[in-house]
Structures are given as structure tokens and as C-alpha cells.
Nanobody
Framework: QVQLVESGGGLVQPGGSLRLSCATS????????MGWHRQAPGQQRELVATITSGDSTNYADSVKGRFTISRDNAKNTVYLQMNSLKPEDTAVYYCYTRGSPWPSKKPEYDYWGQGTQVTVSS
């Protein structure tokens, strides 16, 4: 069983910063990518940022230059540093890990965290 535990959400004023963390544990043999999605009320879940095992990163256009994704491979933990936050960043943020529980590294699965609320408001 694979578990993802998120932390770091909360209430912040516009222009402020937050750092989200997500630790993956359990029966996972290899991790190929980790990342974050978010879902605002009444909207579809959208990709925020991803980072691969080779440290390649990808960001949604709406967060480029403001958010930074990073990972600690030794701890199987992914981070999302969010700066210059805007009210439109308000959402539930979900972390995910793409990997395999098998030594063969196939097939791969997406595992999801429970979500953490980020609210940007004055």
C-alpha cells in the first residue's frame, strides 16, 4: 500500500507565500514523477507542476515564475514553493506520485494525496 501525506496548506494574504510538502511511503519500488494538481470550487482539477526522476520540471502557465517544484529523492518527498500568491490560486492542492510497486518498474500507477486547502484572501 502506498500513502501520500501532504502538509503546508492554509490561509495567506495576496502576495504571500506558502510551501507545500508531500511525502510518499509504503510499497513503491520506483518513482518516475511527482507533482501537484489543484481544484477550485466548481472547476476541473488542473495540473500545477510536475518533476521527473531526472529533475525535469513542467509548470502551468498561470504559475510560472511564481511557483517552484522540487524533490528530495532520499525522502520520497516533493515540495511546492508558492510565492506571490493570488486569490485565484485558492484551491485544494493534491499531490501525486507516478511509480510502480514492482521491481520490474511496470506497470506504473498514479497515487494521490488527500488534498490540502490553500486559501488566498485578505
Amino acid at each position: 500500500q502506498v500513502q501520500l501525506v501532504e502538509s503546508g496548506g492554509g490561509l495567506v494574504q495576496p502576495g504571500g507565500s506558502l510551501r507545500l510538502s508531500c511525502a510518499t511511503s509504503g510499497s513503491i519500488f520506483s518513482i518516475v514523477a511527482m507533482g501537484w494538481h489543484r481544484q477550485a470550487p466548481g472547476q476541473q482539477r488542473e495540473l500545477v507542476a510536475t518533476i521527473t526522476s531526472g529533475d525535469s520540471t513542467n509548470y502551468a502557465d498561470s504559475v510560472k515564475g511564481r511557483f517552484t517544484i522540487s524533490r528530495d529523492n532520499a525522502k520520497n518527498t516533493v515540495y511546492l514553493q508558492m510565492n506571490s500568491l493570488k486569490p485565484e490560486d485558492t484551491a485544494v492542492y493534491y499531490c501525486y506520485t507516478r511509480g510502480s510497486p514492482w521491481p520490474s518498474k511496470k506497470p506504473e500507477y498514479d497515487y494521490w494525496g488527500q488534498g490540502t486547502q490553500v486559501t488566498v484572501s485578505s
